[in-house]
């Protein structure tokens, strides 16, 4: 699912109180949004709350959203604001067995594609692993997740060709399918 | 494996991943899949007395969610009435929030920064509070439904921007990264709005003193302990009695211009409905009949006197000191004075028009206001003079680095 191609007016629907846009609007966009927040905090669980949270809030506050074609740079703004006031607050819980149980634990999906979200997750620093992510998730332009984290786009090209250097090394050392 | 395989891999490792929240989420917010009508004509029939739903919270029962989708069209009612509703002993509280636009809110909470009660410090905050059951609630969630609501019912406006957020707390410095966080998150919150909303974060020292004067005359600690603040600030024209009778936005904007230290400062009160300082300025020009580049010692400073925030502007033009009080709000020219300054250049004679020396023992000469003349300053911009640092999250990714210390391979070749 591209959710970068996300249409506006389910968010202006929303603010009309319109639950099926709502709906709509968590289906095309919850991953980007749970894996977003995953590449922030390094957490399944604060993923989860701020998941939680995003949508509240993008619906609750659907109404002071102004059209500007990018509803998915929207949604994913409130995210990242979430994360980081929660890293703030220091309630995070973060501890590497957590995204290790994604390989281990009993998720769904393959046991390779797991091994590559656990080595993005702690293989990458901080930047690094929300480029991948959106790069890997949403469909966004370069430019486009520049603007959201606020980096240059040459910073955020050459992070993202770094990362997937390291994340081939990474997976090709241990074994991974070529 | 190729880039995209690992990016093909990482979407679906999330994808299948990902929790699927949906449902409790819509039971949460109480909504259906099926549109709902618009939240404004619900509340027009309904007059706001539904239960509302508060972020975070378990939804009351029959309640109905959005109020913050209701951008009723509420009139700020700008009037602080003094209720003298009951001031939040500190018992065993760890510390007590208020939240002042002009509905002001005292929020007691407990050691694990959870609401113990609310209290309502007039009439407006009382009815914000009638329909939010706050207690046990997250302080951070608190406040955003609080602020979530002023916003809905127009306390909150373009004319009306500003937040006092306050901390009186025990341990100074728990009360100290309160205040920081709930000011960063409400700042946050309020950049997703369209208000260019201003808030001024306090530290407040709750002292016997402060108790009283804020009980006394019905307001908040944190509005009593700006009061305090203002009054110390040198000036020797506004009074108590002026001060406790202007709006929070006055207040905020008073502190902001007038070098209040505040713990935490985001956005600028003065965007909240005042004319600025240069508009000030070309108003004083205007009716001294001096051009900008004639005036000289151009001077301003943010005033209060008879209930009135005016800009004190000053400047020497033509062997004269001109000084003029300039109403922030309208730009109405509350007075002004005209003194003979022989070291300013030039004598007497050779002014134009009237002038007046300054007399101590006649103030009667000043010039009544006229509001009519002045409608043609609209086009001078409010560009602000101090312009604040309104990035409140520092992006530098070493802040929240992992540790893992292999970040560059000092490899740069490109695919």
């Known amino acids: ?178 | 494996m190729t880039e995209k395989q690992i990016r093909e891999r990482l979407a679906s490792a999330v994808e299948n991943n990902t929790p699927d929240i949906l449902e409790g989420l819509m039971a949460e917010l109480d909504i259906k899949d099926e549109p709902k009508e618009l939240m404004r004509d619900a509340i027009a029939k309904d007059s706001g007395k539904e239960d509302r739903w508060v972020p975070g919270m378990s939804p009351k029962k029959g309640g109905k969610a959005g109020w913050v989708k209701a951008l009723a069209g509420c009139a700020a009612a700008a009037v602080i009435v003094t209720a003298g509703i009951s001031l939040s002993a500190a018992g065993n509280a760890l510390a007590v929030v208020s939240l002042d636009v002009n509905p002001g809110i005292e929020i007691s909470i407990d050691k694990n920064e959870r609401v113990m009660k609310a209290d309502a410090v007039n009439e407006e905050a009382a009815e914000i509070l009638a329909d939010m059951d706050l207690k046990g609630s997250d302080i951070d969630v608190a406040c955003n439904a609080i602020v979530g609501s002023m916003l809905t019912r127009g306390y909150l406006a373009d004319d009306s921007n500003s937040i006092l957020l306050s901390v009186s707390a025990e341990d100074a410095q728990r009360g100290t990264e309160i205040e920081r966080r709930l000011s960063g998150d409400l700042n946050t919150y309020l950049e997703d709005t369209e208000i260019a909303a201003a808030i001024l974060g306090q530290v407040v020292n709750a002292d016997e003193t402060v108790r009283v004067f804020a009980k006394k005359h019905g307001i908040s600690l944190g509005k009593a302990w700006l009061i305090q603040s203002l009054l110390e600030t040198g000036s020797t024209r506004m009074t108590e009695a002026d001060l406790l009778g202007l709006s929070t936005q006055d207040l905020i904007f008073l502190a902001q211009k007038r070098g209040v230290s505040a713990d935490t400062s985001y956005g600028e009160a003065e965007a909240g409905g005042y004319i600025g300082s240069e508009k000030a300025l070309a108003i004083a020009l205007e009716k001294a009949g001096v051009s900008r580049s004639d005036a000289a010692n151009t001077k301003y400073e943010l005033d209060c006197e008879n209930g009135i925030v005016i800009y004190d502007v000053s400047f020497t033009a033509g062997g004269y000191e001109h000084d003029y009080d300039i109403n922030a709000r309208d730009g109405s020219i509350v007075s002004y004075e005209k003194e003979y300054e022989p070291e300013a250049g030039a004598s007497p004679s050779q002014g134009s028009g009237v002038y007046y020396y300054y007399d101590d023992d006649d103030h009667d000469d000043y010039y009544e206001a006229d509001d009519d003349s002045y409608d043609s300053y609209d086009s001078y911009d409010h560009d602000d003079y101090d312009d604040h640092d309104d990035d409140h999250y520092e992006s530098s990714s070493d802040d929240y680095d992992d540790d893992d210390g292999d970040d560059d391979d000092d490899d740069d070749d490109d695919d």
């Not at chain 1, 389910?10 to 846009?21: N, P, Y």
């Not at chain 1, 703004?77 to 980081?84: E, G, K, S």
């Not at chain 1, 973060?94 to 769904?108: A, C, M, P, R, T």
């Not at chain 1, 090209?157 to 070529?178: F, T, V």
Request: aromatic share 6%.
């Open chain 1, 1 to 178: 699912m591209n959710a970068a191609a996300v249409d506006e007016n389910l968010i202006l629907r929303m603010a009309d109180g319109d639950g099926a846009a709502f709906r709509e609007l968590y289906e095309q966009t919850s991953s980007a949004v749970y894996g977003f927040a995953l590449s922030i905090l390094k957490n399944r669980h604060d993923a989860e709350d701020v998941m939680h949270d995003a949508f509240i809030k993008a619906y609750t506050a659907a109404v002071t959203y102004r059209p500007m074609g990018k509803p998915l740079a929207w949604i994913l703004t409130i995210v990242r604001n979430l994360c980081y006031s929660r890293m703030r607050t220091g309630g995070m819980c973060e501890d590497i067995s957590e995204y290790e149980d994604l390989v281990h634990g009993n998720d769904h999906g393959s046991v390779l594609d797991r091994i590559v979200l656990q080595e993005a997750l702690s293989k990458l620093d901080f930047e690094e692993r929300q480029i991948v992510i959106l790069h890997s998730l949403t469909g966004l332009k370069h430019r486009e997740i520049a603007e959201i984290l606020d980096l240059p786009v040459g910073t955020v090209l050459s992070k993202y060709n770094r990362s997937i250097k390291k994340l081939k090394k990474q997976l090709d050392e241990n074994g991974g399918e070529e």
